[in-house]
């Protein structure tokens, strides 16, 4: 079956950087658009970002500071955060949407990993 397992979250000040990875397996990875998205205590999931097989789009409030990028060869993509900030603090979730699935809807998800941004 298919598996998204998300790693690298964890408490970073403000300012800082962390690298989250997310782990696919049971699909033909290259075939999929991946998404990272988050979700802060209370309120709703939010798209972060997504890549397709090359071109890549970030939410406002993320541009300039994070970067997803994808390993094709080893079934991984990644999110690079920088410069930090409390509101970042949320759980961030791997997404992966097939070629045929509607735009803004993804067919599988992970469990989230944990980014704590403290002030």
């Known amino acids: 079956q298919v598996q998204l397992v998300e790693s690298g979250g964890g408490l970073v000040q403000a300012g800082g950087s962390l690298r989250l990875s997310c782990a696919a397996s049971?699909?033909?990875?290259?075939?999929?658009?991946m998404g990272w998205f988050r979700q802060a205590p209370g309120k709703e999931r939010e798209f972060v970002a997504r890549i397709g097989y090359r071109i890549t789009y970030y939410a406002d409030s993320v541009k300039g500071r994070f970067t997803i990028s994808r390993d094709n060869d080893n079934n991984m993509v990644y999110l690079q955060m920088n410069s930090l900030q409390p509101e970042d603090t949320a759980v961030y979730y791997c997404a992966a949407r097939g070629v045929t699935t509607p735009a803004g809807e993804y067919d599988y998800w992970g469990q989230g990993t944990q980014v704590t941004v403290s002030s």
């Open positions: 049971g699909l033909t990875f290259s075939s999929y658009g």
